[in-house]
T-cell receptor
């Protein structure tokens, strides 16, 4: 199956700093990428949907100024957590689909464990 | 399974038994469904998918059943192995132009040797 690579796999940062997480589709063009947040023992919560070259669509309750998403190319999307606080500590996961191109299933990255201290 | 507070529904089986994991989906307009397996600390991994024009699809050791009348999806795992221990999520695609998937609450499968 297709491969989606997410980096870093874990990061520890100080409160008030910003952290960038990268998501790359390695062998297909990801026309649509998704960013999820997951708390322990819970399901994936969709934060935003991004299409290459356009602004991300954020889910209700997700602060767009805090979680900056950039999808500058068909293979790369980034999530920047700005002015991180301990409550932002979570597992962040990206996924990619190319439904117009026939890639119906969503492929997931390996996730990023963010700890804000 | 039903969620109780923040705790995932759990299913515990003996190695070699068959497992059935259930999922109730929300949108009658959904036309594509996927089952994912998530191991601790990792991203979800695709298991099997099914379109709404089908009611059954089989893979290697796995079968997905779709009942559109009651909006129910199930995943059957034959001869369950310890390596199958994980959280299993169903996901539905309601066919919107943004192609997003909606995930169910998940079920924790534990396989006892």
């Amino acid at each position: 199956g297709a491969v989606v690579s997410q980096h870093p796999s874990w990061v520890i940062c100080k409160s008030g700093t910003s952290v960038k997480i990268e998501c790359r589709s390695l062998d297909f063009q990801a026309t649509t990428m998704f960013w999820y947040r997951q708390f322990p023992k819970q399901s994936l919560m969709l934060m935003a949907t991004s299409n290459e070259g356009s602004k991300a669509t954020y889910e209700q309750g997700v602060e767009k100024d805090k979680f900056l998403i950039n999808h500058a190319s068909l293979t790369l999307s980034t999530l920047t957590v700005t002015s991180a606080h301990p409550e932002d500590s979570s597992f962040y996961i990206c996924s990619a689909r190319d439904v117009p191109g026939g890639v119906f299933e969503a492929f997931f990255g390996q996730g990023t464990r963010l700890t804000v201290v | 399974g039903e969620s109780v507070g923040l705790h995932l529904p759990t299913l515990s089986v003996q190695e070699g038994d068959n497992s059935i994991i259930n999922c109730a989906y929300s949108n009658s307009a959904s036309d594509y469904f996927i089952w994912y397996k998530q191991e601790s600390g990792k991203g979800p991994q695709f298991i099997i998918d099914i379109r709404s024009n089908m009611d059954k699809r089989q893979g290697q050791r796995v079968t997905v059943l779709l009942n559109k009348t009651v909006k129910h999806l199930s995943l059957q795992i034959a001869a369950t192995q310890p390596g199958d221990s994980a959280v299993y999520f169903c996901a539905e695609d309601s066919g919107g132009s943004n192609y997003k998937l909606t995930f169910g609450k998940g079920t924790l499968l534990t396989v006892n040797p």
